[in-house]
């Protein structure tokens, strides 16, 4: 009972607080929210609706050679502990080098978000124990961050139609530099943890964004535009299901005109189908809590995936004082740009800001526009092109090698390819239909040499992936049109030889 | 390599002319060590590693080829500074056992030029105190306790039991290092300075102490006590040598960002004749509640020397100096509590048997590996880094700190080339005396002359200058501009000529040879 598209839940909500007597179970539902942002209908008690109000940490791993303050690689899925320092591990008496590469990435996200890059932040130490927290504090930035006041737009479509697209604007509160923890590993039959640091010390860039999220999909939206952008820049690999983007969500409700409620905090979601889920869940639990005289804890939980439900996470008892501190072993970081860069200074050792912002690639939102304008198609199609890895270039590839319009051969990649992709869980790279082959097809096609009805029985084939090509299966399964006139009219004297009767029933009607 | 010829350590004359191999160096070393093991100035010897490294430096000399002047050179490390393959301990049960897989980069320098490490010195708990007195191995004897000079001036007493009961702390922190150099054991040692730890047990051995400015010497390698106050020391016997081994430790070092990226060049001292164009600056506040009438004369009649031989000397007000110490506790015991937190017996040290939780075993580990001074410093440093704390104690001693910085900056910029004061309140005390207080008040009386430099950042010198009437050292200290250590040891060298500190006749009772006095050997001189 899924419900897409803006006002979907909020309006049953409201209908069922005008008298629908069975409310579905929890987590069977999504929820969605106005697009408009502006207040959604009332719930259960009928009095006053309710404002939901989604804010995101996110935090990105960034991609570089080595960790942010060590010389340690940085690789997925090692093996156990091959990945560590001296300082990774908090042997006593090591201290931390600055990873200029990290702080690149950095500035470039933060210029990317359209944010003020601060030319002097400064580093922290956050305090807590934890077993894979070897130093039992981490360094980040919690004083004066290095990017701050920036904005990320993303768009949503309302009611599921790609055709009403709307654009939202979330305000980025900062980007900061901090380590990231390694990872503990529990054996619960053995009732031992078992600490991984590979990851411990790997540079994150965390962005914080501002609450002007109202639902799962907006959350879910504006982290896959992020995740588009990091990539991009280059600045995180962003893939989520590695644990290069990790989302928490803080999520609450309140009537219109009010304080913000009480907010929970949902952590640890680790990719955007989950995010959308665990928003909308928390949302309606916090809604349905409230409005049977209930109060909204401000606490951590976590999304169970399986069962569809945010519960809350046991390992935190009250509330942490992390005893923060300035980092004493970092200088503050300086950043420069073209005019306050000191003539005499080593360029290597310093990062020139107006340097990066000049090399700037292409962000996500002008590529879709450059789609469109190039192309002539349409922009709901330059966010399907973006949003699925590799699409564009596959889309482009294809184009390159047929003379069909692109407006025309959009058609074959977002209804044909696309969704056949879809339905076999299978992402671009693995499509079992190269760009050219498809090109070969729609060739033919273009040419008239096939209908589109043939086509498609070609395509049909061409998954299959047994390596023929589109002319060698048109040619096996007779599939050409014939275009010469001879050759149609002797087939239809054949057709209509021998069978008077007919002929004759059916030209009297 | 990149010392000048015209720099010299005493001994190396003898090494390079041949006198003395470096072999027969570090065996006499070795033998001292031995024989003054009641100090307890070593926590551990590494006696096999330093004939290895010792022979190696022989061969160098034969080829003709040594590395510098510290060639051959017997040397001693605090044993808070990392050094691979040795133990590394902080004299606590924490690291007991704990061998790092790195040197120190003061340490690897030192290694590089050829020095031979004899071993690791004894000190308080993670450097916490100023007696070293409080190590998991036992307290540190003043060699002066055992000295011709002391046995004359106190009160005779003719048993054995009283002598035992009479010797006199070294002070801390590194009253290892200061130990050791005093005996003759080695010719330079490393202490780390946070609050004084170097100058002020090299006031109570009669050794130089050199605490250089901060940023100059690399901290890698170092176990911090206060990262933003921390810096490694120089023990040397005179001031002529611990210019040599600041020149050979001094400069940037890519693995410690808060190190200057100006290039250092190594300097040699000039013998200097004229003082008339110093200006020295007797700072008032530097009358400390506590300070010893004969501390005070000596301190006066070293100004007369200034003053007399040409000098422009000036008393100077450091206003901000008397809040140092409460200043510093708050931000020393912060920072405790932070670079402590990695101890939590996971990946290195004691571990607790504990095991019903992780939380539980970090309890007990912490429990179990820190004496009660470090306990009790996590403890204040976390209540003060508490949010509801932090405005008033971290943020407030921050802002103090800066006073008392910006104290120096104007002492000196009103033409202030040199501070002098006194290094210690006192002379050293005996320890059934010093045990009497705890390590808290301890550490607030005694490193009340010596702290605000490292607040400041400034570089400082203990120079021996005199005997007490007990006959027991007392020095001086000086505090230069931030990065002028040349102008410092300059003024240093030729006070150090002034003042003719007598050298210490120690009397060593050895099993087989009886009194043995190290002042006979000519290569100690």
């Known amino acids: 009972a899924a419900a897409r598209g803006c006002g979907g839940v909020w309006r049953r909500a409201w209908q069922r607080g005008a008298g629908d007597p069975a409310p579905a179970p929890r987590g069977q539902r999504a929820v969605a929210c106005n697009a408009r942002g502006g207040a959604v209908p009332a719930g259960k008690s009928g009095l006053a609706p309710w404002v939901p109000v989604v804010g995101l940490e996110i ?273 503050p970081l300086i950043l420069y740009d073209a005019k ?105 096609l273009e040419k008239k040499e096939i209908s589109s009805t043939a086509a498609k029985q070609v395509l049909a084939e061409l998954w299959k992936g047994e390596g023929k090509t589109p002319f060698e299966i048109v040619k096996e399964k007779k599939l050409e049109l014939i275009q010469d006139q001879k050759e149609l009219e002797q087939i239809c004297q054949e057709v209509i030889d021998g069978r008077e009767n007919e002929v004759i029933m059916m030209v009297l009607g | 390599a990149a010392l000048k010829g015209g720099l010299r350590f005493q001994v190396s004359a003898a090494l390079k002319e041949g006198h003395v191999t470096p072999t027969e160096l570090c065996q006499r070393c070795l033998s001292l060590i031995k024989s003054t093991k009641f100090l307890n100035a070593y926590i551990t010897v590494a006696e096999e590693t330093a004939l290895k490294q010792a022979e190696e430096s022989e061969k160098r000399y034969r080829r003709g080829q040594p590395l510098g002047v510290l060639d051959g050179i017997p040397i001693a490390v605090k044993d808070n500074f990392n050094t691979a393959g040795i133990e590394t301990t902080c004299a606590s049960n924490m690291l007991k056992g704990y061998i790092s897989p790195y040197n120190a980069t003061v340490v690897q320098k030192l290694l590089d030029q050829g020095a031979v490490l004899l071993g690791k010195t004894n000190l308080d708990e993670f450097a916490m105190g100023s007696g070293s007195t409080d190590g998991v191995f036992g307290p540190v004897r003043n060699p002066w306790s055992y000295s011709r000079q002391y046995k004359e001036k106190s009160v005779p007493k003719s048993h054995s039991e009283d002598e035992e009961s009479n010797w006199v702390i070294t002070g801390g922190s590194s009253g290892g290092s200061a130990a050791a150099v005093s005996s003759f054991t080695c010719f330079a040692a490393l202490g780390s300075d946070t609050g004084g730890s170097t100058r002020n047990p090299a006031a109570h051995c009669g050794v130089v102490g050199l605490k250089p400015t901060y940023g100059l010497i690399s901290r890698h390698g170092l176990i911090p006590l206060v990262n933003s106050m921390d810096v490694p020391g120089i023990l040397t016997r005179c001031v002529d040598d611990a210019a040599v081994v600041l020149g050979s430790l001094a400069g940037h070092d890519p693995k410690d960002s808060t190190t200057i990226q100006d290039n250092f060049k190594p300097f040699e001292l000039p013998n200097l004749t004229d003082v008339s164009k110093l200006s020295i600056g007797i700072p008032k506040e530097y009358h400390a509640p506590g300070l010893s009438s004969e501390i005070l004369a000596l301190w006066s009649k070293a100004a007369d020397l200034f003053k007399n031989a040409g000098a422009k000397v000036v008393e100077v007000s450091l206003p901000h100096t008397r809040y140092s110490i409460v200043c510093y506790h708050v931000l020393c015991t912060a920072e405790v509590a932070s670079n402590m937190a990695r101890f939590d017996g996971l990946e290195y040290g004691h571990r607790s048997d504990m095991n019903k939780s992780t939380e539980s075993m970090y309890a007990a580990t912490r429990r179990e590996g820190f004496n009660d001074v470090v306990r009790g410093r996590i403890l204040s440093g976390n209540y003060f880094l508490l949010k509801q704390n932090y405005e008033n104690y971290f943020i407030k001693a921050q802002k103090v700190r800066r006073l008392i910085a910006n104290d120096f900056v104007k002492v000196f910029g009103s033409g202030v080339d040199i501070l002098l004061t006194p290094t210690t309140v006192s002379d050293a005390v005996p320890y059934m005396e010093f045990i009497k207080e705890d390590n808290r008040t301890r550490s607030a009386q005694d490193d009340i002359l010596t702290q605000a430099a490292n607040m400041a950042g400034l570089p400082a010198i203990n120079v021996p200058t005199g005997l007490s009437e007990r006959g027991l050292p007392v020095g001086l200290q000086f505090i230069g501009r931030s990065f002028q250590e040349k102008q410092l040891l300059t003024v240093a060298k030729w006070f150090e000529k002034q003042v003719k500190f007598p050298m210490i006749q120690l009397e060593v009772k050895r099993h087989d040879h009886g009194a043995f006095q190290h002042q006979k050997s000519a290569f100690f001189s």
């Open chain 1, 59 to 331: 935090h990105a791993q960034i991609s570089s050679n080595s960790k942010l303050f060590s010389g340690s690689q940085v690789q997925f899925a090692a093996a156990p502990n091959s990945l560590v320092s001296f300082f990774d591990a908090s042997l006593p008496g090591t201290l931390p080098v600055l990873n200029r590469r990290c702080v690149e990435a950095a500035v470039m996200t933060g210029l990317a978000l359209n944010c003020s890059i601060n030319k002097r932040s400064l580093f922290d130490r956050k305090h807590y124990f934890y077993a894979d927290l070897p130093a039992g504090y981490q360094i980040t930035q919690q004083r004066v961050p290095i990017a701050v006041n920036g904005s990320l737009s993303y768009s949503i479509c309302i009611d599921n139609k790609m055709s009403q697209m709307v654009t939202k604007t979330v305000r980025i509160k900062q980007i900061q530099l901090e380590q990231d923890s390694g990872k503990s590993l529990h054996d619960d039959t053995r009732n031992q943890t078992l600490v991984d640091l590979n990851r411990a010390g790997v540079g994150l860039m965390e962005v914080v964004m501002e609450p002007d999220m109202c639902c799962g999909e907006e959350a879910a939206a504006a982290v896959r535009e992020l995740q588009l952008i990091l990539q991009t820049l280059g600045s995180s690999q962003a893939v989520m299901a590695e644990g290069q983007l990790r989302v928490d969500a803080n999520i609450s409700v309140h009537h219109p005109g009010e304080h913000y409620g009480v907010r929970t905090e949902v952590k640890n979601i680790n990719s955007l189908r989950f995010l959308a889920k665990a928003v909308d869940y928390e949302i309606q639990r916090q809604i349905e809590e409230l409005e049977n005289g209930g109060t909204i804890l401000n606490e951590t939980r976590a999304f169970d995936s399986k069962l569809g439900c945010t519960v809350p996470m046991r390992d935190k008892e009250g509330k942490q004082d992390y005893r923060f501190m300035p980092e004493p072993n970092l200088p």
């Open chain 1, 340 to 444: 306050s860069l000191p003539a005499n200074m080593n360029h290597q050792q310093v990062v020139n800001v107006d340097w990066i912002h000049e090399r700037l690639p292409d962000l996500p939102s002008v590529k879709r526009a450059k789609l469109v304008e190039q192309y002539g198609i349409l922009p709901e199609h330059g966010f399907t092109l973006l949003n699925e890895d590799g699409l564009t270039e596959f889309f482009e590839n294809v184009v390159k090698q047929t003379q069909m319009k692109p407006k025309k051969v959009i058609g074959w990649i977002l209804n044909d390819l696309l969704s056949y992709l879809k339905q076999h869980s299978l992402t671009v790279k693995e499509s079992p239909v190269s760009s050219f082959l498809l090109a070969d097809l729609l060739n033919l």
